[in-house]
């Protein structure tokens, strides 16, 4: 199996490649443009010395030169034919006339010039067989009155045409390989320079381990696609730093928390053991020891809860009323409410459908009444309500307790989060103790792509409120059953 082309050598290619053809296309331009440039002149410059030649020395009826029409021309007329040949012939297609710079040689007709000039029509071509180089013809018809009396061929050798364009074409031959040879030790160059970033963050990547997640790339020079790569590793290090802070933390918390009640236990079962011998003694530590198996219960419980929501399960999309739901979930806490002595009240409860998993909607809702019911002490309020607003379907407790310090409140559903001892040891329940429960209200909340706010002050109470959407299908709901 052969091994890919590294990143760098695949830009050199790429940049050479579209070099050449880029060369290429270019050269090829100039070259034509050039040698139609350079033709083009020729052409005009024979047409004007054959209208002159045709004008100035044939008379009507008669297509024939004298011998010394070199001279004549010259002396006469002013018109040099030194670089020139000129050959003429009859209306047959015979040579009648050929210019000294001719020598033995004469400029050759082809059938399909001679058919051009047969019906009046000029004729350019380049002709190789004249001497040494290429020469430029006209084939000139001569008419009179409509009928063709001679045929005028002026030519002009392509010497020093045939140099520039040689010189041209060996230029580009040469040029474009030896440009495209050093283009491509540059782009090497460059694209080394260009790549070394991605290089750095290689060998960064690999020391990396999860007792070093402190270090960072170092970003450098503009905001461009290497320095946003840099950036974006580094904020994905520090979720993997602040992760295994996390859960060093949780492991303190739970370590913490299950210790006790175990400490507790192993106490109450050594002493039941060693010096108690009533019924009702090992009856009451029975008791003490099944409080704190509820605690431990309740850790695992939230643990677990917290594992299924990291490991994604794919949520229930079911059809959740939420009015029924909160009366539920508010009959179910209301033993625990009077007990505690808070005055807690449903007082407003819309009928309002939504598609998602009802045991987690279910969670979502009695963690915050019992939260709110754990933090408010005797003789406060908690009220409940549901409404739906602007595609929103909104939970609200409110409760009168101790609150939440102001600097406490953004990091309340951050998970092990714990906030002072005070607000600790009023919990009532395990989970409070190692920060769980809103940490889970807060997962829930964004599995079904809500939000969740708080508002609170200490020694006046904290407002929970949650946010849940309504879809289109849930609108279709709620007019079927009379509510929209």
């Known amino acids: 199996m052969s091994m890919p082309l590294p990143i760098r050598a695949k830009l050199t290619i790429w940049y050479i490649t579209l070099l050449a053809a880029s060369l290429i296309i270019f050269g090829s331009i100039v070259y034509v443009a050039l040698l139609k440039n350079i033709t083009s002149s020729i052409d005009k410059r024979l047409t004007s010395l054959a209208e002159i030649v045709s004008k100035a020395v044939f008379k009507p009826g008669t297509a024939q030169l004298p011998k010394d029409f070199d001279s004549m021309l010259e002396h006469?007329?002013?018109i040099r034919t030194a670089g020139n040949f000129i050959q003429v012939m009859d209306k047959y297609g015979r040579i009648t006339f050929t210019s000294s710079t001719l020598g033995q040689n004469h400029i050759p007709l082809s059938s399909a010039t001679f058919h051009h000039a047969a019906t009046g029509t000029l004729s350019y071509e380049t002709v190789a067989e004249i001497?040494?180089?290429?020469?430029r013809v006209i084939t000139y018809p001569l008419m009179e009155k409509g009928q063709l009396i001679g045929i005028l061929q002026v030519g002009a050798p392509m010497q020093e045409s045939a140099a520039v364009i040689n010189a041209l074409f060996y230029i580009l031959i040469l040029g474009i390989p030896l440009a495209v040879t050093l283009a491509s030790g540059i782009g090497w160059f460059l694209a080394k320079k260009a790549l070394r970033p991605v290089d750095e963050i290689t060998r960064t990547a690999k020391k990396i381990e999860a007792g070093s997640l402190n270090e960072r790339l170092k970003v450098a020079g503009p905001k461009d696609e290497i320095g946003r790569l840099a950036e974006t590793?580094?904020?994905?290090?520090?979720?993997?730093?602040?992760s295994f802070k996390q859960m060093k933390q949780f492991t303190a918390d739970a370590s913490h928390e299950l210790k006790t009640p175990l400490t507790v236990l192993k106490g109450e079962m050594e002493i039941a053991l060693k010096t108690e011998k009533t019924v009702e003694g090992l009856r009451n530590i029975l008791q003490s020891s099944l409080e704190e198996i509820d605690k431990m219960n309740a850790i695992v419980k939230s643990l677990l809860d917290l594992a299924r929501i990291d490991s994604r399960i794919k949520l229930a999309k079911d059809k959740v009323k939420l009015d029924e739901i909160i009366e539920e979930r508010f009959n179910q806490t209301m033993p625990l409410a009077r007990y505690k002595g808070v005055d807690m009240k449903i007082i407003k409860n819309e009928k309002v459908i939504i598609f998602g998993d009802m045991l987690r909607i279910?969670?979502?809702i009695f963690n915050l009444i019992d939260n709110s019911i754990k933090y408010t002490v005797k003789g406060g309020r908690i009220e409940i309500s549901l409404e739906h607003e602007d595609g929103w379907a909104i939970i609200t407790v409110l409760d009168t307790g101790i609150g939440i310090a102001k600097e406490d409140i953004p990091y309340i559903f951050d998970r092990f989060y714990r906030i002072d001892k005070a607000r600790t040891s009023a919990s009532v329940?395990?989970?409070?103790?190692?920060?769980l429960g809103l940490s889970i209200c807060k997962e829930i909340v964004d599995a079904h792509e809500g939000r969740?706010?708080?508002r609170s002050e200490v020694g006046k109470g904290s407002t929970f409120k949650v946010y849940l959407p309504i879809t289109n299908k849930t609108d279709e709901l709620l007019g079927e059953l009379g509510f929209g």
């Open 452 to 454: 969740i706010e708080v």
């Open 362 to 364: 279910g969670q979502l």
């Open 429 to 435: 329940g395990g989970e409070g103790g190692v920060g």
């Open 76 to 78: 006469f007329f002013g």
């Open 131 to 135: 001497g040494r180089y290429p020469a």
């Open 233 to 242: 590793f580094n904020d994905m290090i520090a979720r993997l730093e602040l």
